[in-house]
T-cell receptor
Framework: QQQVKQSPQSLIVQKGGISIINCAYE??????FPWYQQFPGKGPALLIA?????SEKKEGRFTISFNKSAKQFSLHIMDSQPGDSATYFC??????????????FGKGTLLTVNP | GAVVSQHPSRVICKSGTSVKIECRSL??????MFWYRQFPKQSLMLMAT?????????EQGVEKDKFLINHASLTLSTLTVTSAHPEDSSFYIC?????????????FGPGTRLLVL
């Protein structure tokens, strides 16, 4: 079973704090790991993604840390803002082997950033 | 970024009727599109892979005769929920992959909220 396990289920942080969401995967054939942000009633939007050949990728306040040996990756949101309050999904996919880039999603983390 | 649209955004129908949801890639072509269903406070569940020019591939447990998928062109896929029942009420989302340099990623539509009375 191809699974991506995500934690925590929910997270509350204060404005300006750091939000950390963790994911772990089982299938070593996964080679692309995107994070999506979803606001209520909207479709998910790509936030940031990483390949396993790098250990970290940073885009603005968002950073992905990747540990290939542990099969874990995490999203760090620096200087968290109330506007970051949303549900975050990690995902994984194989970009070769005829998978057609089918995504396997984590269960999601509801982030609330208090003002 | 790439844009994927869905129509309608919201639909209410009576039990037993059929509902068609359209998914369009507005500024790129997609030979493959994906259809997901999402229940409240839950993750996205892949229903099927829509393939242009061939039959859709359904995930285990998804009834292909109930959820008809047609990938009519390189920019349009449709999902028809046939003989809808209240348990089909959900948020339906499509996505399409786009290749950019070394990476390909999925771009999601805004979703369609289906309520079956």
């Amino acid at each position: 079973q191809q699974q991506v396990k995500q934690s925590p289920q929910s997270l509350i942080v204060q404005k300006g704090g750091i939000s950390i969401i963790n994911c772990a995967y089982e299938n070593t054939a996964f080679d692309y790991f995107p994070w999506y942000q979803q606001f209520p009633g909207k479709g998910p939007a790509l936030l940031i993604a990483i390949r396993p050949d790098v250990s970290e990728k940073k885009e603005g306040r968002f950073t992905i840390s990747f540990n290939k040996s542990a099969k874990q990756f995490s999203l760090h949101i620096m200087d968290s803002q109330p506007g970051d309050s949303a549900t975050y999904f990690c995902a994984a996919t194989m970009t070769s082997g005829g998978s057609n880039y089918k995504l396997t999603f984590g269960k999601g983390t509801l982030l609330t950033v208090n003002p | 970024g790439a844009v994927v649209s869905q129509h309608p955004s919201r639909v209410i129908c009576k039990s037993g009727t059929s509902v068609k949801i359209e998914c369009r890639s507005l500024d790129f072509q997609a030979t493959t599109m994906f259809w997901y269903r999402q229940f409240p406070k839950q993750s996205l569940m892949l229903m099927a892979t829509s393939n242009e020019g061939s039959k859709a591939t359904y995930e285990q447990g998804v009834e292909k005769d109930k959820f008809l998928i047609n990938h009519a062109s390189l920019t349009l896929s449709t999902l028809t929920v046939t003989s809808a029942h209240p348990e089909d009420s959900s948020f339906y989302i499509c996505s399409a992959p786009l290749g950019t340099s070394m990476f390909e990623t999925q771009y999601f539509g805004p979703g369609t909220r289906l309520l079956v009375l």
